[in-house]
């Protein structure tokens, strides 16, 4: 079964410092993967996405993502977290055979404590 | 803004009635997506429409219904309402498909049923 997992529920990052993001998949083919942001009480903002080509995508805010084909990840990461950056977010992919809908993971909050 | 707009930011109803949920997409999207998010569920897909015809289902109950119409807006029929229903609800568009395209959500309509 086609799958997207996000292990860590909750990330602590204190900030100026990196953080990562962590998705992994389980899909068959060359999937489509995104990235998406929930702050508290709004709907969910796309990041970036990774369709083809270069395996390392920039997208709004600062943010990028690494795929790996080998390790069938995309990670989302940023070089120096900001306190704004506090918010849920979401891992979601897409089969190109499927029936055009995404796969979503589960969410990860993400805490940037001053 | 992502341009996609929700109808009612809230709404409390009691168990057993039917509301209606409504969403226009951004300009020129054909695609409309529902979603229902709650606590212990995280992202749900419910139903894709495209250009007026349903395109995908996902975990969409019985007593729930879609539809979309000739200028493109839809709307999200729930009846019988049970206190489970209480949740986020989230609408999406996308241009053309297929495509890698990502998707634009609205602000959501919270749902309490009592």
């Known amino acids: 079964a086609q799958s997207v997992a996000q292990p860590e529920d909750q990330v602590n990052v204190a900030e100026g410092n990196p953080l990562t993001v962590k998705c992994t998949y389980s899909?068959?083919?060359?999937?489509?993967l995104f990235w998406y942001v929930q702050y508290p009480n709004r709907g969910l903002q796309f990041l970036l996405k990774y369709i083809t080509g270069d395996n390392l995508v920039k997208g709004s805010y600062g943010f990028e993502a690494e795929f790996n084909k080998s390790q069938t990840s995309f990670h989302l990461k940023k070089p120096s977290a900001l306190v704004s950056d506090s918010a849920l977010y979401f891992c979601?992919?897409?089969?190109?055979?499927?029936?055009?809908?995404?796969?979503w993971g589960a969410g990860t909050k993400l805490i940037i404590k001053p | 803004d992502s341009g996609v707009t929700q109808t009612p930011k809230h709404l409390i109803t009691a168990t057993g009635q039917r509301v209606t949920l409504r969403c226009s997409p951004r300009?020129?999207?054909?695609?409309v997506y529902w979603y229902q998010q709650s606590l212990d569920q995280g992202l749900q897909f419910l139903i894709q429409?495209?250009?007026?015809?349903?395109?995908a289902k996902g975990n969409i109950l019985e007593r729930f219904s879609a539809q979309q119409f000739p200028d493109l807006h839809s709307e999200l029929n729930l009846s019988s309402l049970e206190l489970g229903d209480s949740a986020l609800y989230f609408c999406a568009s996308s241009p053309l498909d297929p495509g890698p395209h990502e998707q634009y959500f609205g602000p959501g309509t919270r749902l309490t049923v009592t």
């Open positions: 899909v068959s083919g060359n999937p489509y």
């Open positions: 429409y495209y250009n007026g015809e349903e395109r």
């Open positions: 979601a992919v897409r089969a190109p055979d499927s029936n055009y809908q995404l796969i």
């Open positions: 300009s020129g999207d054909l695609s």
